[in-house]
């Protein structure tokens, strides 16, 4: 095992204290001061950030249009595509740098490292592809005389992202993607929680020719800099990715000057299995669905609907499965699931563990918190409920953690409406060989992605969006640059 004290620190935690980065350059606070931010594998402080106040965010956005309005305008798509390119191989050549700094900040295991850095790496190669699709188009019209009528595009301006903890190396770049590829700025407010690879990006950015100013980034705490940002009268455009409490504060704040919006928010998603489905595959990968990222992943599939007839066997192999992963020290290669990012998720996943059991639900896996040498980080056990019932606490609010509902159904009518009895519409699965079931599933489930005998596969120029209050907006494929363009009919009259 790897103890925290055979690494090697990354520079930028062994830089001093951080601040924030504004127009190429490293400014200190103003008058907001400093936060800490933890370690979540040891509970120990790792370094401290810029507590951004209205100020920062200020000077940050002065920098995004100045930038916007400057030399960044003038460089042409090719330019903005070698940027993009660029970036792609300082990535890859920073790999191991921004890994660790990822997983000391948000506990991410290093064993799926590989797996960011190649779903990353196709990120920015696709964004690059996009920077020559910003067209516009002619269009016939039937107005008399000579008039040409054209639809141009524009980039809208200044971003504001605004992204959670649970995994900012790589949601980072579903915005800066955007901005790169059609020529806007942006100014990023990262999670209190997780900051790291965001500021070390926007650094290897000017590496990579990025003009100053950008690219910016004001850390610090969601109702500070991050309201700040929302309700930034220069701001054009917010990208937003969190909970659906904050999507409706962002909404509220984006009124003032009726911003663009793009928001992701949470979820509940219908994992849906079926007796006829390869339990083989169906138990890894209804379990992964949910254990994966230690469950802090928006769409995680977290009810998961089986067949009464397949309900016992399919329980016994998903404990199995559970019991099988090896929870503990990120930075252990052997080691599938890290801890939750700070003591508040412990103690929300906990607090909903509680409800659970006390609401009746069957507690056949897991549950507890893990002691002995790791009880100092925010770890708990992969957990199964069964026999919930779709109107349990568990089964209705989103609980970020690597906790599973196991809800059973007599028929695909059934299992299609519990799926859809819910706020959310995020994410959803089925699992099944019959081709009947599978499109039935397919079109009836209410989500912006269905999976199909597989869960949670994500390809950057396909995406995914939300129904319901899972928010507004797609992430991913040319819809996605859309969203960072205006769109400008011309008529051009030559008579
Ligand atoms: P959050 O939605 O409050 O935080 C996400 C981001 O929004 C952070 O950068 C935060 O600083 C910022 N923020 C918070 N309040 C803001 C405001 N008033 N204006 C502008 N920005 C603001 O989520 P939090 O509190 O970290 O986690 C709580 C729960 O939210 C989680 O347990 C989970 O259920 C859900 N969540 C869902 C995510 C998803 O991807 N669906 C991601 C993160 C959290
Ligand atoms: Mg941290």
């Not at 100053?212 to 990208?239: F, K, M, Q, S, Y």
């Not at 909970?243 to 998603?269: D, F, H, P, V, Y």
């Amino acid at each position: 095992m790897t103890a925290a004290t055979d690494i090697t620190y990354p520079a930028l935690l062994t830089s001093g204290e951080l601040g924030h980065y504004i127009d190429g350059t490293w400014q200190a606070p103003s008058k907001g001061g400093r936060i800490d931010t933890h370690n979540p594998a040891t509970g120990k402080v790792l370094t401290t950030l810029g507590r951004g106040t209205d100020e920062d965010v200020d000077a940050a956005v002065a920098s995004a249009r100045q930038a916007f309005e400057g030399p960044w305008s003038r460089f042409t798509h090719v330019e903005r595509q070698a940027v993009l390119n660029r970036m792609h191989d300082l990535v890859d050549e920073h790999w191991d740098e921004l890994a660790l700094l990822e997983s000391l900040d948000m506990g991410v295991p290093v064993s799926r490292t590989e797996g960011m850095k190649a779903g990353i790496l196709k990120t920015i190669l696709f964004f690059a592809t996009q920077t020559a699709n910003c067209t516009g188009q002619t269009i016939p019209n039937s107005i008399p005389g000579n008039t040409t009528t054209l639809l141009l595009k524009a980039p809208v301006g200044v971003v504001g992202g605004i992204i959670p903890w649970n995994g900012p190396l790589t949601s980072q770049w579903w915005i800066l993607g955007g901005v790169l590829a059609t020529g806007c700025t942006c100014v990023m407010k990262p999670a209190e929680d997780a900051s790291l690879t965001v500021l070390r990006t926007a650094e290897l950015l000017i590496e990579a020719g990025l003009p100053r100013g950008v690219v910016n980034v004001v850390t610090g705490l969601g109702p500070e800099a991050g309201a700040a940002l929302a309700g930034h009268p220069d701001v054009d455009r917010i990208a937003f990715t969190g909970s659906t409490e904050t999507g409706r504060e962002i909404i509220r704040a984006s009124a003032s000057n009726m911003k663009r919006l793009q928001l992701e928010l949470g979820g509940k998603s219908p994992d849906i299995v079926f007796a006829d489905a390869d339990l083989d595959k169906a138990v890894p990968g209804a379990s992964m669905g949910v254990f994966g990222n230690t469950g802090q992943v928006c769409f995680a599939g977290t009810r998961v609907f089986v067949e009464r007839s397949i309900q016992d066997e399919f329980v016994e192999r998903m404990v199995a499965f559970g019991r099988s992963l090896r929870v503990g020290d990120p930075l252990d290669p052997d080691v599938q699931l890290g801890p939750l990012v700070s003591q508040k998720q412990l103690d929300r996943v906990m607090n909903y563990v509680d409800i659970g059991t006390r609401e009746g639900a069957e507690l056949v896996h897991g549950g507890k918190r893990l002691s002995g040498e790791i009880a100092g980080g925010y770890f708990v056990e992969p957990t199964i409920f069964n026999n919930v019932s779709n109107d349990m606490t568990i089964a209705r609010e989103e609980i970020f953690g690597p906790v599973i509902s196991v809800i059973p159904f007599d028929t695909a009518d059934e299992a299609l409406s519990l799926a859809n009895d819910t706020s959310y519409g995020l994410g959803g699965a089925v699992w099944s060989r019959d081709v009947s079931t599978v499109t039935k599933m397919m079109h009836g489930i209410k989500s912006g992605a269905v999976w199909v005998n597989c869960y949670g596969v994500i390809d950057p120029a396909v995406g995914f969006g939300g129904y319901k209050q899972s928010g507004y907006g797609w992430k991913g494929g040319t819809t996605h640059v859309e969203g960072f363009l205006y769109q400008k009919s011309v008529y051009l009259n030559a008579d």
